[in-house]
């Protein structure tokens, strides 16, 4: 099955700072997600963005599909960015989402 | 325009009994999906459900574990005889109808529940 793989698994960060969080992927997909787990287990949707490039506020997202590889910015960060950013795949002809590993953030004031 | 749904938020077992764990989707959204996050990892796929079929339940244990997606009322997990291995985070998802293929087929989170087993 598809393999996914998320880097930096750690990432320590004061505010203010910014970062840019890798997800790679071993085949074509048909939709790839940005989710962030905040500190309480929820998960929040971030993108949707199986192609091209999205920006909400101070996040943005490009995923390189041909290169099968996604890239979440944060710019400015804050605490309350603090928690776990997934990245997440469906292949072609499949109806679930794969999960990486995730890139655990915390920032300190 | 409410959410996913889910309840209950945190559920206690102890071995031997059963959980049911209960899944509303989206307004609109007519494919479900569930999903299991153990401590520390990611979430892993369990199963997919529209109304009435299980379409893929390939993430499914063969034993112990059943799913429903009835024409009225939520989705429901079920795990019979639970064991301490069961605890973990159970997420539910949903999509619109027609998601699937070159369509978009973003999925919408739960805010999960968390079964304790004891």
């Known amino acids: 099955g598809i393999q996914v793989e998320q880097s930096p698994p750690d990432l320590i960060l004061q505010e203010g700072a910014n970062s840019t969080l890798r997800c790679n992927f071993s085949?074509?997909?048909?939709?790839l997600q940005w989710f962030h787990q905040n500190p309480w287990g929820q998960l929040i949707n971030l993108f949707y963005i199986p192609s091209g490039t999205k920006q909400n506020g101070r996040l943005s997202a490009t995923t390189v599909a041909t290169e099968r590889y996604s890239l979440l910015y944060i710019s400015s960060s804050q605490t309350t960015d603090s928690g776990v950013y997934f990245c997440a795949v469906e292949s072609y002809n499949t109806d679930k989402l794969i999960f990486g590993t995730g890139t655990r953030l915390q920032v300190f004031p | 325009n409410a959410g996913v749904m889910q309840n209950p938020r945190h559920l206690v077992r102890r071995r031997g009994q059963e959980a049911r764990l209960r899944c509303s989707p989206m307004k609109g959204h007519s494919h479900v999906y569930w999903y299991r996050q153990l401590p520390e990892e990611g979430l892993k796929f369990m199963v997919y459900l529209q109304k009435e079929n299980i379409i893929d339940e390939s993430g499914m244990p063969k034993e112990r574990f059943s799913a429903e997606f009835p024409k009225e009322g939520p989705s429901i997990l079920r795990i019979q005889q639970v064991v301490r291995g069961d605890s973990a985070a159970y997420f539910c998802a949903s999509s619109p109808p027609g998601a699937s293929g070159l369509v978009n087929n973003e999925q919408f989170f739960g805010p999960g529940t968390r079964l304790t087993v004891l």
């Open positions: 085949d074509s997909v048909n939709n």
